[in-house]
């Protein structure tokens, strides 16, 4: 089992030039760094599920599939896209009935996003920009 572990780790940084994550790791999203821009300046809905599936867009804790899900969001919902990782947006988005995040003003120093609202990765594909 070991072994096995090792090697699946040692083909993945041959393949890939990165280490497979693991299931704690978590690479946060990140929101402001500029003065004049809002913290998190493009606004997108979630688009193109396959309905005949679960018709959910995966949130992970990173950008990419071998980071661990923390949610799902059904079509349609609104995503403020505050960072991107080759196909994969870190994204903000409110719960059913919240509709402020705090992203849509400016923060002049780049931080985590702490809340109100969640926060996580989304494979891009799947999300419209509508506004930014």
Do not use: H, K
Not at 112 to 120: H, I, K, L, Q, T
Request: proline fraction near 6%; glycine fraction near 10%.
């Amino acid at each position: 089992m070991i072994l096995s572990r090792l090697f699946i780790s040692c083909l993945s940084l041959c393949l890939t030039g990165t280490a497979p994550a693991s299931a704690e790791e978590t690479v946060p999203v990140m929101v402001g760094g500029e003065s004049t821009l809002d913290a998190c300046g493009t606004l997108g809905a979630v688009t193109g599920l396959d309905p005949q599936g679960d018709n959910t867009l995966t949130v992970r804790n990173g950008p990419g599939t071998r980071y661990a899900a923390t949610d799902f969001l059904p079509p349609d919902r609104e995503v403020w896209i505050c960072d991107q990782t080759r196909e994969w947006f870190a994204v903000v988005y409110a719960a059913d009935g919240q509709t402020e995040c705090n992203v849509s003003s400016p923060q002049a120093e780049r931080a985590v996003y702490d809340g109100p609202c969640s926060a996580g990765w989304v494979f891009g594909r799947y999300v419209t920009i509508l506004a930014g």
